[in-house]
């Protein structure tokens, strides 16, 4: 089971390495990110974008342009749409976002005809880590799924246990992260984390226990729970935090970065293969992490 992030890139050195495809890699950040995968030993890479740009770039990092297959392509679409070919044919076991937008890149992965789809929904995860938290956590959704409904948090919620279980957890706590813990008829979200908890059935196949409503002093403060009287299973002890929507997602993991100095690595999940999908705000820590992350959960969406 992996437990930290230090370890994330560890166990990616020691497995058979794999190869990540970057679509328009002409971007010195995501270069930096990529050539310290390649050094470490976490990934080989496949970069697919403005060929010139990109050996000019490797040679001012400091790269051997030898170390990397590169292919040209004349624009975002085209970049996007060879590097999700390059995965769909296994020539590469994931992808990487590179210098274009988002919606780019993910028109290409849920292309009916020729790109990734699996049938299950695509959501965002986060592994965060600090040095005042005994376990990481797993944040989801921040970046995918904007206002999801009952059915979405719930594949939203698979979307991480896989990733989890690809992690080696053997059992999974997840929180229904929400303003208050008693449920609101008003409050939707607290209606959808009731449901959601009492999906037992559906959770059983990830050994996985989902509570809520709970806030979020309850999903990972035992004594919060003590002094509320808290009895969820998940109180004080969850992994996975889903929260209600990408506002709540986005806020809470930019606090753990910006006022905690947390650590992370975050991933698209849905697809037949992991989507690194990082911020151009991010450290080169953070993308390396991220390979190390997507490396760990190549091949769990597909089976």
Sequence with gaps: MIHSIAQLIENAKKGPQATLAVACAHDRDVLRAVCAAHKEGVARSILVGAAGQIRSLLGELGAREGDFAIEDAPDDTQAARRAVELVRKGRAGFLMKGLLPTSELMRAVVDKENGLRTGRLLSHVMMYETDSFPRPLFLTDGGMNTYPDLDKKAGILE?????????????????????????????QATVDARALSEMEERWKPYNMTVSGPMGLDLAVSRAACEHKHYQGAAGGRADILLVPTYEVGNGIGKALTYFAGARSAGIVVGASAPVVLVSRADPAETKLASIALGCAVAGAFNK
């Design 159 to 187: 979307n991480a246990a896989l990733c989890l279980r690809a992690l080696g957890y053997e059992r999974i706590y997840a929180a229904c992260v929400c303003g208050a813990e008693e449920v609101n008829p008003k409050i």
